[in-house]
């Protein structure tokens, strides 16, 4: 089956320096709240969720599983995954990039093909290329500018890196954006992913004894 299915969405979304939380009826959106806030999504981020009111009867709560920052990924997925438990619901996530693809190709008619490039860690970026029905064509990767540069050729570049990118590449579109948990419906009929984090990269920190 595709897509999560049911009538009644709570969306959050905290992988990214935005922070974002929508409740979604039948596919409409009843309420939304979304900051760019940095830092601070563990503060933020449940009193945001009750901002949007009643919940009512939530039958998902479905959760932004990164790539990202590693706090702001773990924060969203633990209050997932806790709210989920107490209202007896399932609990869904979804890619950042697939997320921010799917927003730059809504508000942008121009692109067939566009490379959503977001700020990973230590000074390297998260890329991914994508077609307009919002297939991946290649792997998600971190990776250092020096090799994003010579593998990506795309002209329009979206996500939270994508000015820089381009300002540092020295060409191309950029369509700067984060992820919205506001913009769920853009993405609703894609597989649901697992609760779990996508990191991408390998932990930084290793146990005694652990091959590098």
Same mark, same amino acid.
Request: proline share 5%; charged share 25%.
């Given at each position: 089956?595709?897509?999560?299915? !049911?009538?009644?969405?709570?969306?959050?979304? /905290?992988?990214?320096?935005?922070?974002?939380?929508?409740?979604?009826?039948? !596919?409409?959106?009843? =309420?939304?709240?979304?900051?760019?806030?940095?830092?601070? $999504?563990?503060?933020?981020?449940?009193?945001?969720?009750?901002?949007?009111?009643?919940?009512?009867?939530?039958?998902?709560?479905?959760?932004?599983?990164?790539?990202? /920052?590693?706090? !702001? &990924?773990?924060?969203?997925?633990? &209050?997932?995954?806790?709210?989920?438990?107490?209202?007896?619901?399932?609990? $869904?996530?979804?890619?950042?990039?697939?997320?921010?693809?799917?927003?730059?190709?809504?508000? @942008?008619?121009?692109?067939?093909?566009?490379?959503?490039?977001?700020?990973?860690? $230590?000074?390297?970026?998260? &890329?991914?290329?994508?077609?307009?029905?919002?297939?991946?064509?290649? +792997?998600?990767?971190?990776?250092?500018?020096?090799?994003?540069?010579?593998?990506?050729?795309?002209?329009?570049?979206?996500?939270?890196? =994508?000015?820089?990118? &381009?300002?540092?590449?020295?060409? !191309?579109?950029?369509? @700067?954006?984060?992820?919205?948990? =506001?913009?769920?419906?853009?993405?609703?009929?894609?597989?649901?992913? +697992?609760?779990?984090?996508?990191?991408?990269?390998?932990? @930084?920190?290793?146990?005694?004894?652990?091959?590098?």
């Amino acid at each position: 089956a595709r897509g999560a299915g !049911g009538l009644r969405k709570l969306v959050i979304d /905290s992988a990214t320096a935005a922070c974002s939380a929508a409740l979604f009826e039948k !596919g409409e959106c009843l =309420a939304s709240r979304s900051e760019l806030i940095g830092r601070g $999504h563990a503060e933020r981020l449940v009193p945001m969720i009750g901002e949007l009111g009643e919940l009512g009867e939530i039958d998902g709560v479905i959760t932004d599983i990164g790539p990202g /920052s590693f706090t !702001g &990924v773990r924060i969203g997925i633990s &209050v997932a995954r806790a709210l989920a438990f107490a209202l007896g619901t399932e609990c $869904h996530g979804y890619s950042a990039v697939s997320m921010m693809a799917a927003m730059a190709f809504a508000d @942008d008619d121009r692109p067939d093909e566009i490379a959503v490039i977001s700020i990973g860690g $230590h000074g390297e970026y998260f &890329v991914q290329r994508f077609d307009r029905s919002l297939r991946a064509l290649d +792997a998600l990767r971190s990776v250092p500018f020096e090799e994003a540069a010579r593998d990506i050729v795309t002209q329009y570049i979206a996500g939270d890196a =994508a000015d820089e990118f &381009v300002a540092r590449r020295g060409g !191309g579109t950029a369509i @700067d954006l984060v992820p919205d948990a =506001a913009r769920w419906p853009l993405i609703a009929a894609l597989e649901p992913l +697992a609760p779990s984090p996508l990191y991408v990269r390998g932990p @930084d920190a290793r146990l005694p004894g652990t091959a590098l």
